[in-house]
């Protein structure tokens, strides 16, 4: 045994689906209960198939029928057109807002290069000080690497070898003494 519950659930799904009915009219599908029974299709197709039916009640000389099928054929045509007016309206609508997001993008940039000119401006009027010298003096922070080198002292001459004494003498006394 089913549960009310959940009946009433999809029915509920059902009826708020069906509540919105705001879509896409020109792709929707369409349930058409007609005199010859039911058409099912898009309002294009459903309008085809009407005018198609008008059209072989006419050739049987039933022009009830065909006036009959004629009137459904134009009421999806009513029905179709009207979807596409909204269609048409909403694109429109969002073309306008469009534009206007454009222009606001176009006023802020042209504001704010306006901003930076006035400022390129300003900072041109007050005096830049100089990178190079003032009053003969640098501005610039002495670093090791900008001084000078320092010259390098001249070499000197070797200093003479003293002369050897008797214990430096060959024959001398060469051997180490041993400490005492």
């Not at 176009?106 to 300003?122: F, L, T, Y």
Request: positive net charge; hydrophobic residues 20%; glycine residues 6%.
């Amino acid at each position: 045994m089913k549960s009310s519950r959940s009946r009433s659930r999809s029915k509920g799904n059902r009826n708020r689906s069906q509540g919105n009915q705001g879509g896409n009219v020109v792709n929707r599908v369409f349930d058409s209960s007609g005199p010859e029974g039911k058409v099912r299709g898009t309002p294009q197709q459903i309008i085809e198939k009407y005018n198609q039916l008008a059209r072989d009640a006419q050739l049987s000389n039933d022009r009830v029928a065909a006036e009959n099928f004629q009137q459904h054929a134009e009421h999806y045509t009513r029905l179709l057109s009207e979807a596409q007016r909204e269609i048409e309206a909403r694109r429109e609508e969002q073309e306008r807002q469009n534009r206007e997001r454009q222009a606001e993008r176009d006023r802020e940039r042209a504001e704010r290069q306006e901003r930076e000119a006035n400022q390129a401006v300003d900072k041109g009027a007050q005096p830049q000080p100089d990178v190079g010298e003032q009053d003969g003096e640098s501005n610039l922070v002495e670093t090791p690497e900008s001084q000078p080198k320092p010259k390098r002292a001249p070499r000197r001459k070797p200093r003479p070898k003293p002369e050897k004494s008797e214990a430096d003498q060959p024959g001398g006394d060469d051997a180490p003494k041993a400490a005492e």
